[in-house]
């Protein structure tokens, strides 16, 4: 990767970089690429569940999309043992439950050796 891409990638949010993993996966990338799939399409339905309409739909996408930012700076919210301050944090959480209960079934099948 020459200068170019490196700082234009630096200035993408994590979102575009979640992106190009996912449109350029390399061997050691699969793993990844093929959880946060699942992942984006469980929150992807979510967000389609609980909207009636356009408008309702974009504003939850939005939310979604903070909280993922929100999962990025905030470390502490990493841990097992989490503790939420406000509906945000609390949804960070979940979605890194998710993450975790997705590599969970995944070793229970035995998925992450046919990867």
């Known amino acids: 990767m020459d200068q170019f891409e490196q700082r234009s990638v630096q200035r993408r949010s994590k979102v575009f ?5 996912i449109a350029h996966p390399d061997d050691y990338r699969r793993p990844r690429h093929l959880l946060l799939a699942e992942a984006a399409k469980k929150i992807e ?5 609980m909207s ?4 309702g739909y974009n504003q939850r996408a939005k939310a979604k999309l903070h909280v993922v930012k929100l ?8 841990s097992i043992d989490a503790a939420h301050y406000d509906d945000d944090e609390e949804e960070a959480i979940e979605i890194i439950g998710l993450l975790r209960n997705i590599c969970s ?9 046919a990867l």
């Open 45 to 49: 339905y979510s967000v389609h569940t």
């Open 71 to 78: 999962m990025e700076h905030r470390e502490s919210l990493w």
């Open 105 to 113: 079934g995944w070793r229970k099948i035995g998925k992450r050796k």
């Open 17 to 21: 970089l979640v992106y190009s993993l």
């Open 52 to 55: 009636a309409t356009e408008s």
